[in-house]
């Protein structure tokens, strides 16, 4: 069983460049969550507003690595008017049985990112095991990558055991 795969959802592209830095960094695969119907123009932003605010879940398509196949999950998605991004919401619905652990990552203007991770809780029945927020000018001017860096390390880090842990001789207590 392999250990990391990213899933994202990306409507402008901000979430698909998070999610392309991430894996480069750690050698992660990627699989991506696109709409069957397409967001364009002004009729797609209201779909945005409608879909977030009755919290509806608009029929989806995936493509990629089957994530039942992985250890963990990291999902990547956008924040819309403090919630989940309607898509990553139908994914996550309809995968919650047979999605492995997660952590999260959200990008967003400039705040919702707790209210998106509780919802994905809610829809898993469980809390990821690391969540972040990332504003969207983070991503754009790549400041996000130290930090995007360190994340990818902690979760390496907590998939490992065996990482972190010195044995006993190399420890102060034992001298």
């Known amino acids: 069983?392999?250990?990391?795969?990213?899933?994202?959802?990306?409507?402008?592209?901000?979430?698909?460049?998070?999610?392309?830095?991430?894996?480069?960094?750690?050698?992660?695969?990627?699989?991506?969550?696109?709409?069957?119907?397409?967001?364009?123009?002004?009729?797609?932003?209201?779909?945005s507003v409608i879909d977030s605010l009755f919290r509806r879940r608009p029929d989806v398509r995936y493509d990629g690595p089957a994530p039942e196949q992985f250890e963990t999950v990291v999902l990547i998605a956008p924040v819309w008017l403090l919630r989940l991004a309607g898509p990553m919401r139908s994914f996550v619905a309809s995968r919650h049985a047979s999605l492995p652990k997660a952590a999260v990552l959200m990008v967003m203007g400039s705040r919702g990112a707790a209210q998106a991770v509780a919802e994905i809780a809610r829809l898993t029945g469980r809390g990821p095991l690391l969540d972040a927020g990332f504003t969207n000018?983070?991503?754009e001017d790549g400041s996000c990558a130290g930090r995007l860096q360190a994340l990818g390390d902690a979760l390496r880090t907590i998939e490992d055991p065996v990482v972190g842990v010195r044995p006993a001789v190399w420890s102060p207590q034992a001298a």
């Open 1 to 47: 069983m392999d250990r990391v795969l990213v899933v994202v959802y990306s409507c402008t592209g901000t979430g698909r460049r998070l999610a392309q830095l991430l894996c480069a960094q750690q050698q992660w695969p990627m699989g991506e969550v696109t709409e069957i119907r397409p967001r364009r123009g002004a009729s797609g932003t209201w779909r």
């Open 137 to 139: 000018r983070e991503v």
